[in-house]
């Protein structure tokens, strides 16, 4: 009767085909037992039928016990299977042992209802065997599949198609109103409750940090059980590998999940909405996607910040408010069930109890200190407590001891149900029992929900999708919609292109801006504490050894610092404008916040070459000793410098004075303004020392005393009173008006004074040692600008463009970084496209996938 499976060989695996070369399998079934041996293996259910049928007369009419006792033998058998679910027997078995009637014959039924609890416990074992051989083929299977015998590509799980789905969801600004209601397993319970052990049991492994009556589960963490050849864990954002079968590594997991809940708790806090992924894969684990919340508390206590109660009630409530999430209740079975915050809370969430699973824990620990079994059965059956659920289970995840293993734990919690009490007075069914039943149910529930809910939500978010793309198309016409990422890439092209862009400026525009800034640096200097002093002297011979000897003190000491100084500002300078300059309608501003932040780290990250302040020293101390002007085009150059610069510091100057002592009598007349009192002062002040350098043209930089005081007198006899410190200071502006000027016609006179250099300046009343002064600076100028200019274009904006590389590669890497410099509604609404593209496309492959597997 089987069909011609020759067209679908590619699905099932090679191995397969090849087996009856290496197996004969006549010969196997030649040594087979015959049917009826086989047959005399299973209990004779028309004689238990026969047999119950004389007690037909103490049921009430309509129920029928032989069905019963075959219904749950098959419920056993089929417990093993993902595809049926374990909760079929629970309501109707509740409805059924509603209807038993006290009876006279009553050791007849006890002796009847402890061989049915014997034939259950006898086929639960052949079943728990059976499933352990096949738990080792699978593993065996997946083992050499693993090792590539199958060269055929395997395709992602489902489980890790979901997994990556609800991984993006977790990221998604949930805007557009396009809310995430895939399913998943939410395990809720009081804190210390078992919850993180009930979750440990189904990934059969002791995978979570735990602590005696502390808060250990700090943040969600969202497990993904699947299937796979070896044991083991694996974060989301990780490679590394925990092997589970191995002690130091579930240690070193423990270690890693405690310091992530740790870190992702803010300073203040004492619990984090923060999800935690983690990844669990093993032989035999139950395909299903767990979320374990903080432990409901009741007391704020000692060490906990003041809304860490509230805090944890809103976690739990936003995951139990998903219309399709799947509540695990968990309920400590030792304690006082008035005591329970949990079940209130899971009321409120499903108060129709339609997704809703119960698990009572610690049951052997309740079936010993309670003094009224029935309890038991009441808080299973859903009576106690003022919550329903979609089935009720019981448990049994240890003794206490947090160094037992998870086989241990499961022979324990098989012996305790083996010879409970509530089994065998049927307070519990055998289908309601053991951590690994419930697994079976809790998967079968969630995979249903799945299939019932998965393709609403892809519909949801292909609606949100084009909302998005028509708002982008209507706002951004002209634009690529590019992401974040995308967004940097481009802003980093852009970035070093103008970073080449430096290499590309000419010498001569380099060495004209670093001439120029230098003697603006350097120029107050060179007036003030070189030419001035010089001038005061009374022959040529002074004036050049004390310029001389300041020059060098000046180039010793401060020069070449400041040279380095202007340098590296320039090429500060240099590289903002490249960065900043507005290219036209090119120009992207959504870049500037970047640009503005790579600038700056490039440029704090960016140290001058060390050595080269001693190099440029030997250089400006050999450019200023040299005084020999060789032609007349570098006299004029030398005189044209300095008329620049005096003229530069009179009209100075006279601002100055002009500051001092008011508006003239042209500008008091045609704009109607007046001076102040002290500005008549110094006005006054001023015209009497003008008076004293018309008498003495020569006179020297600074006033004598008795000067001070004739001037003092002069202007009592006016009615001025004046301080002499006011004296003093108008007249060094008053003094220094008078030797620009006089410099100034000087060096028109040194402009036909070449020839008398030439000479010497032998036989000439003409001396031009200022103008000599002057060329020294502005060649040492020159050489200086030239010099930095090669060290700027060979080393410096090479060193410059490595540090914007390496600026850039650190933003790459830091998503904190790049979501605070690349900001505004277009960014956003390109990465929400982004991201509702991703859930869509992984939601219809999942769609799609999970159609071929049914």
């Not at 309608?585 to 001058?608: G, M, N, P, T, Y």
Request: net charge negative; proline share 3%; with cysteine.
């Amino acid at each position: 009767m089987l069909p011609d499976l020759s067209d679908y060989k590619w699905i099932v695996p090679d191995f397969i085909w090849e087996l009856d070369e290496h197996i004969d399998f006549e010969k196997f079934s030649k040594a087979l037992p015959d049917a009826e041996d086989l047959a005399k293996l299973l209990p004779d259910f028309d004689k238990i039928g026969e047999s119950l049928s004389s007690l037909t007369g103490f049921f009430s009419p309509g129920y029928n016990l032989v069905s019963e006792v075959i219904g749950a033998s098959d419920l056993l058998l089929l417990l093993g299977s993902q595809g049926e679910t374990a909760f079929r027997a629970t309501d109707q078995g509740y409805e059924n042992d509603k209807q038993y009637k006290k009876v006279s014959d009553k050791e007849k039924i006890d002796q009847l209802q402890e061989e049915l609890l014997h034939t259950q416990l006898k086929y639960q074992r052949i079943l728990e065997r059976l499933e352990k051989e096949n738990k080792e083929l699978r593993k065996l299977v997946l083992q050499k599949d693993d090792k590539g015998i199958h060269q055929r590509k395997l395709k992602k799980s489902l489980i890790d198609m979901y997994s990556e789905v609800l991984d993006i969801l977790s990221d998604y600004d949930a805007s557009y109103n396009t809310q995430d209601h895939l399913p998943r397993v939410v395990v809720v319970g009081d804190q210390s409750a078992g919850k993180t052990s009930v979750l440990e049991m189904i990934a059969q492994a002791r995978i979570f940090p735990r602590g005696s009556g502390e808060m250990m589960t700090r943040s969600p963490v969202k497990v993904t059980l699947s299937e796979g050849p070896h044991h083991v864990a694996l974060f989301k954002d990780s490679s590394r590998e925990f092997d589970l079968t191995k002690e130091e590594d579930l240690a070193a997991l423990r270690n890693e999940i405690e310091i992530r809940m740790r870190k992702s708790v803010k300073e203040g806090c004492t619990v984090s909405a923060e999800t935690i992924s983690l990844n669990v894969k093993g032989p035999g684990l139950q395909r299903m996607v767990l979320v374990d919340l903080p432990g409901v508390i009741s007391t704020v206590t000692s060490g906990m910040a003041p809304d860490t109660k509230d805090t944890i009630f809103s976690i739990s409530k936003a995951y139990m408010q998903n219309p399709n999430a799947i509540i695990l209740c968990i309920q400590d079975g030792s304690v006082d069930a008035e005591r329970s915050i949990v079940t209130d809370l899971v009321s409120q969430m499903d108060p129709h109890g339609k997704r809703t699973i119960f698990v009572l824990t610690k049951v052997d620990l309740a079936e010993k200190n309670v003094a009224s079994p029935n309890r038991i059965q009441q808080i299973i059956e859903g009576k106690l407590f003022p919550m329903k659920a979609l089935g009720y289970f019981a448990v049994v995840t240890g003794k206490g001891n947090s160094s037992e293993s998870i086989e241990s734990i499961k022979d324990y919690e098989e012996e305790f149900f083996q010879n409970s009490k509530l089994l065998k007075t049927c307070m519990l069914k055998a289908h309601q029992v053991t951590t690994r039943n419930l697994s079976l149910a809790v998967s079968d529930c969630f995979w249903k929900m799945v299939r019932e809910s998965v393709e609403q939500q892809a519909d949801a978010f292909k609606a949100t999708r084009f909302n998005l793309e028509t708002e982008w198309k209507n706002n951004y016409p002209r634009l690529r919609e590019l992401d974040r990422n995308e967004l940097f890439e481009k802003a980093k092209n852009e970035i070093l292109d103008e970073v080449i862009s430096l290499s590309q400026v000419t010498p001569k525009h380099w060495e004209e801006i670093l001439q120029k800034t230098l003697w603006e640096r350097v120029s107050t200097h060179v007036i003030e504490n070189i030419y001035l002093p010089a001038a005061q002297t009374t022959n040529s011979g002074t004036f050049n050894t004390t310029v001389d000897i300041k020059l060098k003190q000046w180039t010793d000491k401060q020069l070449p610092n400041k040279a380095v100084e202007v340098a590296w500002e320039t090429l500060q300078e240099e590289f903002s404008h490249f960065m900043t300059e507005k290219k036209g309608k090119e120009h992207d501003d959504i870049f500037d916040k970047l640009k503005q932040a790579v600038k700056e780290e490039s440029i704090k990250r960016h140290k001058w070459n060390e050595r080269a302040e001693d190099s440029l020293r030997v250089i400006q101390h050999n450019a200023l000793e040299d005084r020999s002007i060789s032609d007349k085009q570098q006299w004029d150059a030398a005189i044209h410098f300095m008329e620049d610069t005096l003229q530069s510091r009179l009209k100075d100057t006279e601002s100055v004075i002009e500051d001092m002592v008011g508006p003239d009598w042209k500008k008091r007349w045609l704009y109607w303004v007046g001076r102040t009192k002290e500005q008549n002062i110094r006005n006054e002040t001023k015209n009497e020392l003008e008076k004293m350098i018309k008498c003495n043209e020569d006179h020297a930089a600074y006033l004598a005393n008795d000067e001070v005081t004739t001037v003092r007198k002069n202007l009592e006899a006016k009615g001025v009173a004046v301080d002499p410190c006011l004296i003093k200071d108008t007249w060094h502006q008053v003094y220094r008006r008078h030797f620009l000027r006089t410099a100034l016609s000087h060096c028109n006179l040194c402009r036909r004074g070449f020839y008398y250099y030439q000479r010497h300046f032998v036989d000439s009343e003409l001396e031009c040692n200022d103008v000599v002064l002057f060329w020294r600076i502005q060649r040492m100028l020159a050489i200086t600008a030239n010099t930095l200019r090669q060290q700027l274009t060979n080393t410096e904006v090479r060193r410059l463009e490595k540090n914007v590389k390496e600026v850039l590669e650190d933003f790459a890497e830091d998503s904190d970084k790049k979501v605070k410099l690349l900001t505004g509604k277009r960014v956003q609404l390109a990465e929400d496209l982004k991201k509702v593209r991703e859930i869509q496309e992984k939601l219809e492959a999942f769609i799609e996938a999970l159609h071929q597997e049914k």
